[in-house]
């Protein structure tokens, strides 16, 4: 069945429908990862979003349900060049075009998505509307009509209800839920840590009471100034000493709490990046998925330490608070999917929590 991506400034590409049959509206993104297809879709961060894959050929090594990053789909839609309806995996449980169905998600494949991508890259990321509509003013009239769902009602929509503590693990964490993945949960209890979820809103006095070593920010998906009522929990926890680490959401929320400011990219870093590590001035080929950065300018020196650039653009990619040694990092660590160079970042909050803690044994 014939199927039309129509951009917000009434650019059409035409296509064949995959997935649900339907309509399907959000933001587009396109992502440059060559695998991980499952984990981008079940994604929390990509809640909203309509994803490009930038590979020419998707769905090669159909669907598990171990690699899910989330119960479910999170994704409204996709867009790709070529669809693989016979998956080659021994893991392989479905087609990627069976589970769409399942899932609920819209999708369109024939799509000269090189060409879609440079048109995004240049004029920069909008809204989009998948839909069967052969009528290309009418199509054109709903895509301009199209509104993004602000930060909040995003996270809102993926966060987690009340309080899930996850047995196991001799460093009690907190985890504030603003969309974490999977992955990073696993990542926390793979290092030694008990991890206790909580709903974003959370306080900090609500957090202290759970007796914490330390306080993990998580991914999310949406404008982080849309959360800026978490600023003060933050700021709150910090001058309490506690140990932050974050990722994602969670860096750039951070980061707001030692004034710092975000603004939005042009077309986003979702894939694999270089990062340059400012203390070891090594190389890291991180995995990306985010629309918004701090802006270096508006960050103390004195008080916070600038850990790691972008070398594509120079943007921000990780910070420390110099007082706490509390530190966050823009990319994601735990890389599913993605390259494996950054997981010693946890390694680093466990050594951070433990230093905390034998310091206030020596003081008691």
């Not at 490009?52 to 994704?75: C, E, K, R, W």
């Not at 996270?155 to 964490?173: D, N, S």
């Not at 309490?240 to 042009?266: N, T």
């Not at 400012?278 to 600038?306: D, K, M």
């Amino acid at each position: 069945m014939k199927a039309y991506l129509c951009l917000q400034d009434g650019t059409i590409f035409a296509g064949e429908s995959i997935g649900l049959l339907g309509e399907a509206s959000g933001e587009l993104c396109f992502n440059s990862s060559i695998t991980g297809y499952q984990e981008i879709i079940t994604d929390p961060t990509c809640c909203g979003q309509i994803v490009v894959f930038t590979y020419p050929l998707i769905g090669n090594y159909g669907v598990n349900m171990l690699d899910d990053q989330s119960p479910h789909a999170h994704v409204k839609g996709v867009v790709v060049k070529e669809l693989a309806h016979y998956p080659s995996n021994y893991r392989a449980s479905q087609s990627l075009h069976s589970y769409l169905v399942e899932q609920k998600v819209v999708g369109i494949k024939d799509v000269d998505t090189r060409t879609l991508t440079k048109y995004l890259r240049d004029h920069g990321t909008m809204m989009g509307l998948i839909s069967p509509e052969e009528d290309a003013e009418k199509l054109r009239e709903k895509a301009r009509q199209l509104k993004p769902r602000n930060g909040a009602q995003l996270v809102e929509a993926v966060t987690t209800r009340g309080k899930q503590v996850l047995t196991g693990g001799r460093y009690p964490v907190v985890v504030m839920d603003f969309g974490v993945k999977r992955g990073l949960v696993n990542a926390l209890r793979a290092v030694g840590c008990q991890v206790a979820l909580v709903n974003y809103r959370t306080t900090a006095e609500e957090i202290l009471a759970l007796q914490p070593w330390g306080v993990f920010l998580s991914n999310g998906p949406g404008d982080p100034r849309a959360l800026d009522f978490v600023v003060p929990v933050l700021q709150e926890l910090l001058e309490k000493g506690m140990p932050i680490m974050g990722v994602g959401m969670g860096h750039s929320l951070l980061g707001m709490a030692l004034g710092g400011k975000v603004s939005p990219l042009k077309h986003g870093h979702r894939g694999n990046y270089p990062v340059k590590d400012l203390n070891s001035n090594r190389i890291l080929i991180t995995a990306q998925n985010h629309g918004y950065v701090l802006e270096r300018e508006s960050l103390t020196p004195e008080e916070v330490e600038i850990t790691h650039l972008n070398l594509h653009d120079q943007t921000v990619e990780g910070l420390r608070h110099r007082p706490s040694g509390s530190f966050s990092v823009q990319f994601n660590p735990e890389a599913h999917p993605g390259p494996q160079e950054t997981a010693a970042f946890f390694h680093e909050f466990v050594r951070l929590m433990a230093q905390r803690q034998k310091g206030r044994k020596e003081d008691a």
